[in-house]
């Protein structure tokens, strides 16, 4: 028996608004704008991870630090 996926909320609305013909223009620009509001949404959602760890700017220079002593150690 083929069991067909549920279509989320974002995809009927998304289904509703792509119902009529767009211009490429506005295609490209919806799709531009969706990728920056789910980007800034992952990056607030990681600062806040950031920020109740307590890590700062000396925990991501070490971090960096580590990784450029092992890839000179690698060569």
Not at 7 to 15: A, D, K, M, T
Not at 41 to 52: C, F, G, L, Y
Not at 67 to 73: E, F, G, L, R, T
Request: aromatic share 10%.
């Amino acid at each position: 028996m083929l069991v067909t996926p549920s279509v989320s909320n974002i995809q009927q609305e998304l289904l509703k608004l792509y119902a009529s013909d767009i211009a490429d223009f506005d295609l490209v620009n919806t799709k531009r704008y969706l990728a920056k509001y789910f980007a800034s949404k992952a990056i607030a959602q990681a600062d806040d991870i950031w920020e109740q760890k307590g890590y700062g700017n000396e925990k991501m220079n070490n971090w960096l630090t580590e990784n450029d002593s092992d890839a000179k150690c690698s060569h």
